[in-house]
């Protein structure tokens, strides 16, 4: 099984793997409170923009109430779980 996570982008073309060599354009997202390094070069993400991320790969941009709302139900997944 797959799974998709739902995360705000906060900066684009900064972080580790920012230089030319490593390939891909990378940005920095924001996952509910954890932030974490991602690659763009799929999709044409902009700072503030909500995307579906996959294996560290934006697979899609997502409508901001859309992406909320998920970001929601997985809380209350997690919260029921631990």
């Not at 073309?13 to 954890?34: H, L, R, S």
Request: proline share 1%.
């Amino acid at each position: 099984m797959c799974l998709a996570i739902p995360a705000k982008v906060v900066e684009i073309g900064k972080g580790e793997g920012k230089d030319e060599d490593k390939g891909g354009v990378k940005a920095k997202a924001d996952f509910g409170g954890v932030s974490r390094e991602i690659d763009v070069s799929l999709v044409d993400a902009k700072v503030g923009d909500y995307v579906m991320v996959h294996a560290g790969f934006a697979i899609e941009i997502m409508d901001e109430h859309e992406a909320k709302e998920t970001i929601e139900l997985w809380r209350e997944m997690l919260e029921k779980c631990f």
